[in-house]
């Protein structure tokens, strides 16, 4: 099975959080709700940046724990969520490690990045890996990931038995 996930290039990240603009405005949510999270220049004068979203991990708790089978993983290894069969339980949000699942106030249903899987269908890439000014964060097969350098723990990031799958260039 194919394992896709991000790659985070921590040593050029500038902390500007367009991925994450990007990320919100993709999915259609109101401020403050944000599938991908990075942390602010204007706030942290001083990097390490670090830009997460749901991790695609291998051993995903947001899938076992799905009452009505809304969160699922693909063949390519993505954790997609469907709206129209979640129940806005908040289960997922609760066995997430990461935080990744987030309410959206505007359904009253979670809402997850799914590394935007209908656009890398259709061969183009994840709204926050096109709108990245500095072309830091990627995405790929962790294999492929592996092999530019990315390694599994990042400055400010540190491993969950979920086994997620983003890997990082750290600062050296």
Do not use: W
């Not at 990097?47 to 051993?59: E, M, V």
């Not at 724990?65 to 993983?73: I, L, N, Q, R, Y």
């Not at 590394?115 to 964060?137: F, T």
């Not at 350098?149 to 750290?170: H, K, L, S």
């Amino acid at each position: 099975m194919t394992q896709m996930g991000f790659l985070l290039d921590q040593k050029y990240c500038i902390g500007c959080q367009t991925c994450q603009a990007a990320c919100r405005a993709r999915h259609g949510l109101t401020p403050g709700v944000y599938p991908r999270q990075a942390s602010s220049s204007q706030i942290e004068l001083r990097g390490p940046y670090i830009s997460l979203a749901c991790n695609h991990c291998s051993n995903p708790a947001c899938v076992d724990v799905c009452p009505t089978g809304a969160v699922s993983k693909r063949e390519d290894g993505i954790v997609v969520h469907d709206p129209e069969v979640c129940i806005g339980c908040y289960s997922c949000e609760k066995a997430c490690p990461y935080g990744a699942p987030q309410e959206n106030d505007l359904n009253d249903r979670m809402v997850k990045c799914d590394m935007c899987a209908a656009r890398l269908d259709k061969g183009e890439n994840p709204a926050c890996v096109d709108a990245c000014p500095v072309k830091v964060l990627t995405v790929g097969t962790i294999e492929d990931l592996e092999a530019q350098g990315g390694v599994v723990e990042g400055v400010g990031f540190a491993v969950e038995a979920t086994d997620p799958n983003i890997r990082f260039i750290p600062i050296a």
